[in-house]
């Protein structure tokens, strides 16, 4: 399936993470990254069981890779094919722990968060909490998760209210295989609400008409752990997974607010024409345009460019440059300045360009001065 919202999100990579069917993850990457983009951990709903998978949060996961985040969107063992008590457990801590391991080089392994809808928001804070549990516990970990932010969706936050309540003809005990009176032990292994707070930053989104979770669990595990709880109005359950629906902003915010407060952001990808657009976007405090240019300066290293380009290139590409120019310096904020830089050695696209405006420093590299190739850059105020 294609990406559905944005042309900046990768095809899917499938990870396994065991031998068994279900035991994979579903990789998407935004391809117009320039850095380490931070990292999603999704889990899905559906009351732990089998009959619901990680293709209903797919839309999510594009939605979010569009907007510059890696998602990894979590398959795990559920009730009724294998799953339950311990496994579902099991292969969720396994699945976090394969994902530390393997893309370390590919995210930013300091800006994790995990995210969840239902049941799934269930296990993102169960997996924050690993190193909480008891001893011999299924999926413990020794030390702390390496996780920065939790956005729970409608969670299924406390299993014993849960039960009490018998949601969904009575998944909990579906899924632990009892009460909390014939198998306490695994209630105090599984319920975050029995585990306090997890240490990342915690945000949990509920819509206030939920009638699949009420949102009185949230309100409940708020009072008990003194995590945020942003409340929806008009919202409902499946709303909040909906990235076409009105609720989706706030989903949004509490996924950025919970990295930023750690310390780590996203950045929101925007496919347009900066020539365009660029006033619209700001205002910005700084901006780098590395402009569309001749490569002249790379020839090193782009021989091709040597019969490809014609003379008229240089016309045609200072006139873009120009017009790119021209419309981010107004999106500069008052003090701000930018970066404007080209790979080439042509005075047209360099010192032309920038010469109606207030350059505060410049810097021009000579491939035969040194090793490296030919580059103009110039700091703008």
């Known amino acids: 399936m294609p990406p559905l919202y944005c042309p900046c999100v990768s095809p899917i990579e499938t990870l396994r993470y065991g031998p068994l069917a279900d035991q994979v993850i579903d990789l998407t990457f935004p391809t117009t990254a320039t850095g380490l983009p931070p990292l999603v951990v999704l889990l899905h709903g559906g009351f732990w069981r089998v009959a619901y998978d990680r293709l209903h949060v797919r839309v999510v996961a594009d939605a979010l890779t569009a907007r510059g985040y890696s998602v990894a969107n979590v398959e795990y063992r559920r009730v009724g094919g294998g799953g339950g008590w311990p496994t579902t457990f099991t292969d969720v801590a396994q699945a976090v722990d394969t994902l530390e391991d393997v893309l370390a080089d590919r995210v930013d392994l300091d800006a994790v968060a ?43 936050a406390d299993l014993v209210e849960v039960d009490r309540l018998g949601l969904s003809r009575g998944a909990v005990a579906e899924l632990l295989g009892g009460s909390p009176a014939t198998v306490p032990e695994r209630f105090a292994a599984t319920d975050p ?27 409940g595990y708020r009072d008990r752990t003194g995590v945020q709880l942003v409340e929806v109005p008009g919202t409902g359950h499946f709303e909040l997974v909906d990235p076409a629906s009105a609720a989706w902003p706030v989903v949004v915010d509490a996924l950025r607010d919970a ?20 006033p619209r976007l700001g205002p910005f405090d700084a901006i780098l345009l590395d402009a569309p240019c001749t490569g002249l300066g790379v020839l090193a290293g782009r021989p091709d460019l040597r019969w490809r380009r014609e003379p008229a290139d240089v ?39 920038t010469a109606p405006y207030a350059v505060r420093e410049e810097l021009r590299t000579w491939p035969h001065r040194g090793d490296g190739d030919g580059f103009y850059a110039a700091v703008l105020s």
């Open 114 to 156: 995990y995210v969840g809808h239902s049941a799934g928001g269930h296990l993102a804070l169960w997996a924050a909490l690993r190193d909480r549990l008891p001893v011999g516990a299924p999926g413990r970990a020794l030390a702390a998760p390496r996780v920065r932010g939790v956005v729970a969706l409608a969670p299924v």
């Open 193 to 219: 609400a029995g585990l306090g707070a997890p240490g990342a930053t915690t945000v949990v989104v509920h819509g206030q008409v939920d009638d699949t979770v009420p949102i009185a669990v949230s309100r």
């Open 259 to 278: 990295l930023r407060r750690q310390g780590a952001s996203a950045a929101e990808v925007v496919c347009a024409d900066a020539a365009a657009a660029g």
């Open 315 to 353: 016309e045609q590409l200072a006139t873009l440059q120009t017009r790119l120019l021209a419309a981010l310096t107004g999106a500069l904020a008052p003090g701000g300045r930018l970066v404007y830089a080209v790979c080439t050695l042509s005075p047209a696209e360099s010192d032309a360009i």
